[in-house]
């Protein structure tokens, strides 16, 4: 009797061009991925897409009395209401897409035990699956402006690369948070609090009208890279005579490298664990 033939399945060597290359051989997976994410979001909702234009409506509508018109904090000159929405819509994208991501490969944990793709493109696709949510509130954003007589500016296509900005960090954040709930299961209750608490530190205060006495905690607190890409998103669409350009791409700057940071940590740690995912979840 002839000895059993014993076959080794090993994995490439990992490099960026492997990468690359595995992922756009399965490129049509991550479009159906993204529209399979679309329909379960809103299979047996009662308003649909709606609630999309809600949401941001609902918590415009919270900030600019509670802020706004009670507590009055500065708003650069302009209406409170659309000072907070025009933060909000693209907080409101990063929220949703990181939320989702973070939770993605739990949720689809069935899809890891029995076949063989690229994992990245299960937290990557609920983050472009957020992105409907964000053409619709964008949209109503628009009217909204418009309503309050302001028509947006000239540079209102600038705020398609910062929306961009806006992505990479749920793409960095949501990788991160999903491999690590795979290992932990309560993450699920830390990711909240996080966004929370991110949220208030990115919303309320734009970085002009904190009191020079803060000195370098100033510059501590646009090291937050979406303080500064909400400062520009909102001046790419009512940049007006109360509202310099200088702070909004110093502040961009200053956000920069944490975008590139919080990206590279979360794709490396997504890879390094990608491996254990099968077994651990």
């Known amino acids: 009797m002839s000895e059993a033939q014993i076959t080794y399945i090993e994995s490439e060597p990992s490099s960026a061009g492997v990468f690359l290359g595995e992922y756009w051989r399965y490129r049509d997976l991550l479009y159906f991925l993204t529209w399979r994410d679309v329909k379960v979001r809103y299979k047996q909702t009662l308003l649909g897409v709606s609630w999309a234009v809600l949401v941001p409506l609902t918590q415009m509508l919270i ?3 509670i802020f706004g018109k009670v507590a009055k904090l500065p708003s650069n000159g302009l209406d409170p209401f659309v000072f907070y929405l025009c ?3 693209p907080w409101q994208f990063f929220a949703n897409a990181m939320t989702a991501s973070s939770g993605s490969l739990v949720a689809q944990s069935n899809l890891l035990t029995k076949v063989y793709f690229p994992r990245l493109f299960i937290p990557v696709s609920a983050c472009v699956a957020s992105g409907i949510d964000f ?3 964008f949209a109503m954003m628009l009217l909204v402006i418009l309503g309050f007589g302001i028509v947006p500016a000239d540079t209102l296509i600038l705020t398609l690369p910062i929306i961009g900005l806006f992505f990479l960090n749920a793409v960095g954040a ?3 948070f999903a491999a690590l709930a795979v ?3 309560d993450i699920r209750f830390v990711v909240p609090v996080l966004v ?4 208030y530190a990115s919303v309320l205060l734009p970085f002009s009208q904190l009191p020079e006495s803060w000195g370098v905690w100033r510059y501590l607190y646009a090291l937050n890279p979406l ?3 909400i400062e520009a998103f909102r001046w790419c669409l009512v940049h007006h005579e109360m509202i310099d350009a200088s702070p909004p791409l110093m502040l961009l700057a200053l956000g920069m490298p ?9 794709l490396r740690y997504f890879h390094r664990m990608e491996r254990k995912f099968a077994d651990a979840v």
Do not use: H
């Open 87 to 89: 933060a909000l819509v």
């Open 183 to 185: 290992r932990y299961r």
């Open 196 to 199: 929370q608490i991110w949220m």
């Open 258 to 266: 944490a975008t590139v940071m919080l990206l590279v940590v979360g």
């Open 63 to 65: 900030f600019g009395v």
């Open 227 to 229: 303080v500064g890409e």
């Open 174 to 176: 949501g990788t991160l």
């Open 135 to 137: 053409a619709v509130s």
